[in-house]
């Protein structure tokens, strides 16, 4: 039996890594004979042709460092000002540039001939995200045979936004090397096929299958998850660990915690929370929206803007409306613990997840699993999020409708306990059943 080598772009460095992917990923290679390989972290003149150890951790890691030129034209050029935005339909936002695509294939050459070395023919390879489309096209063209899977975090683009990609046809082509490509959602791999068929030229076969010779490949959705039954328990450990003034029994609390990214929606969210503050005076001084966004991608022009744009829509809106003893908006530009995190989620009354496009979105399933089952609070999520077409049980809205949002604001905050457990009890038997377990065992079982 062979190992299970799992790629992405980073890995994680510490011994107990935390956020998505990484804990799913880690699930997945825990319970397995495992191997991590990604990018350090690390920016160094003169890299080595070799991958090194990462010390300590519950499975083994190899990583590589990225130079200066490799930093600025994959990562944040290709991967983050091209590919990022076009998977997100910002396609406004992309930045075509001739050497952003020759160093992004020039790394994803690299990392295949540093592994092609560690791989031996039983090793199964699970390859993630938009930074690495191009690696089985790399590993093939070099002999190797392997099964290889891809999986996408991120929505997959409509046929018509990839031919906003000059290299649209390429990218089917890259794909067309996994024997398994595996989306987030049904939307996901329905774009998907339809691009391989239109845009790569590929035969459509039953079952989720096409055909672009060489290869058979399958596309089918495998929706991410987490340990909805571990965060529930931290959750409620954590709760009565926080500061005694983050719950007051005079004042409810709506929460958002997104990265700070364009295709989180938090500009539309906080221009809501005004139109509901506008319509709501009794609402004054009795609910407060606490926002967790740490920076990302610093390096990005368009993060920069969405900073500003941030800064300035809460400003402008506690500007209005606080006084004394009351801010609407509590605006948080920096990481906080994740266990912090979960007792916050238990603590609030409403979660507003609310992006423009997303792939899952995990935050929507934590604030879930973090909920009191007697007393819940309501989740609004966004239809645009991947996890909307599993947890049709929350009020799902429309980010880009400001008035809806306004409306659906009272409507959580108003409901009455026995429908907030219902929605609950029925979004939360879900999110145990389809875990992050079910997602791994369920994507290596298609891998084979
Ligand atoms: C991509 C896709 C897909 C956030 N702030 C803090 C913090 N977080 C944690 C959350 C959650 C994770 O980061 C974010 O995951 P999301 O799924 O919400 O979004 P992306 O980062 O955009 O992830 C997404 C995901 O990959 C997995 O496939 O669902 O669609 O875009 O776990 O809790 N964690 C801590 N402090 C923070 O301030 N500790």
């Not at 294939?105 to 390879?125: F, G, H, Q, S, Y």
């Not at 009565?240 to 958002?256: A, F, H, N, T």
């Not at 503050?277 to 609910?287: K, S």
């Not at 238990?346 to 009191?372: C, Y």
Request: proline share 6%; hydrophobic share 40%.
């Amino acid at each position: 039996m062979g190992r299970l080598i799992c790629l992405s772009n980073r890995i994680p460095m510490g011994p107990n890594p935390s956020g998505g992917l990484v804990v799913a990923v880690g699930d997945a290679l825990t319970s397995r004979d495992g191997l991590w390989i990604g990018t350090s972290g690390e920016i160094n003149d003169t890299p080595e042709d070799q991958f090194r150890p990462v010390e300590g951790g519950a499975f083994q890691r190899l990583c590589f460092d990225l130079t200066p030129e490799e930093q600025a034209n994959y990562y944040d050029g290709y991967a983050n000002s091209v590919l990022w935005p076009l998977f997100h339909g910002r396609t406004d936002l992309m930045d075509i540039r001739a050497e952003f695509l020759s160093t992004y294939k020039a790394v994803n050459r690299r990392l295949a001939r540093m592994l092609a070395d560690v791989i031996t023919p039983e090793d199964r390879i699970w390859v993630h995200d938009f930074h690495l489309l191009p690696l089985a096209y790399d590993l093939r063209q070099m002999g190797i045979q392997n099964r290889i899977g891809f999986f996408l975090h991120t929505p997959f683009p409509t046929p018509l936004a990839m031919q906003a990609l000059p290299n649209g046809s390429e990218i089917c082509q890259w794909l067309a090397h996994y024997d398994l490509i595996g989306l987030q959602a049904e939307r996901d791999a329905r774009n998907c096929i339809t691009a391989m068929v239109e845009i790569g030229g590929a035969s459509e076969l039953a079952g989720g299958f096409i055909h672009l010779a060489p290869r058979q490949s399958r596309i089918a959705a495998f929706p991410i998850a987490i340990d909805a039954g571990e965060f529930s328990d931290l959750a409620a450990r954590e709760f009565d660990k926080l500061p005694s003034g983050i719950v007051k029994p005079e004042r409810r609390l709506m929460i958002g915690v997104d990265r700070l990214d364009y295709t989180k929606g938090v500009p539309q969210r906080f221009r809501a929370f005004g139109e509901f503050l506008a319509r709501h005076e009794e609402w004054h001084r009795h609910v407060s929206l606490l926002q967790i966004s740490p920076p990302t991608r610093e390096g990005v022009e368009a993060y920069d803007d969405i900073r500003e744009e941030t800064e300035h829509l809460s400003g402008q809106i506690n500007g209005r409306y606080a006084d004394i003893s009351w801010a609407p908006i509590r605006f948080i530009n920096r990481p906080i613990p994740r266990e912090t995190l979960a007792g916050l989620y238990r603590a609030a009354d409403v979660g507003l997840v609310t992006p423009l496009m997303d792939g899952m979105n995990l935050v929507a399933k934590e604030f879930i699993a973090a909920q009191n089952p007697e007393d819940p609070g309501v989740l609004m999520l966004s239809q645009f999020a991947g996890a909307a077409e599993q947890m049709p049980e929350a009020l799902i809205v429309n980010p880009h409708d400001h008035e809806q949002m306004a409306t659906t604001m009272l409507t959580a905050l108003a409901m009455p306990r026995g429908e907030r457990r219902e929605r609950y009890s029925a979004l939360m038997t879900t999110l145990r059943k389809k875990d992050v377990h079910w997602w791994s065992r369920g994507y290596l079982t298609a891998l084979g």
